[in-house]
């Protein structure tokens, strides 16, 4: 069973994801900040991330570049979550080291699928166009 973390500030949110990948029959981890989330990727070792990228203490961009400076955590694959509000720019999510990234609201169905194939790729290979 492939183990995912969540990192999300808002508890529904964080509950709709859980929901969504449930249904893959992952492992959920979840965090509810950057601060966090790095803890938990670097005691649990999940398979796959999904961070939002508006979240207090550390946002989810500076999360991601903290991974990967982490040796162990470097190759684990991130999905970026963006508020419709805030743009992310491809480029500069790919930079930061994202695999893929999704403007909320996004559909579920996406997001599954993406999880799905990183965590079944076993590398942080980038998927963004």
């Known amino acids: 069973m492939y183990r995912v973390l969540i990192a999300d500030d808002e508890p529904h949110m964080l509950k709709f994801i859980e929901f969504t990948l449930r249904k893959g029959n992952f492992e959920i981890l979840k965090a509810k900040d ?18 939002d990228v508006l979240m207090p ?10 991974l990967k ?15 419709r ?24 169905t996406e997001l599954l699928k993406q999880v799905q194939q990183l965590a079944a790729s076993g590398s942080s290979q980038t998927v963004l166009n």
């Open 34 to 51: 950057g601060v966090q989330a790095l803890e938990v990727a670097e005691a649990q070792k999940p398979n796959v991330i999904v961070l």
């Open 57 to 66: 203490g550390m946002d989810g961009v500076t999360a991601l570049k903290n």
């Open 69 to 83: 400076k982490k040796p162990v955590l470097k190759l684990i694959p991130v999905i970026l979550l963006t508020a």
């Open 85 to 108: 509000g805030h743009t992310l720019d491809p480029e500069e999510a790919k930079k930061a080291g994202a695999s893929y990234y999704l403007t909320k609201p996004f559909s579920p």
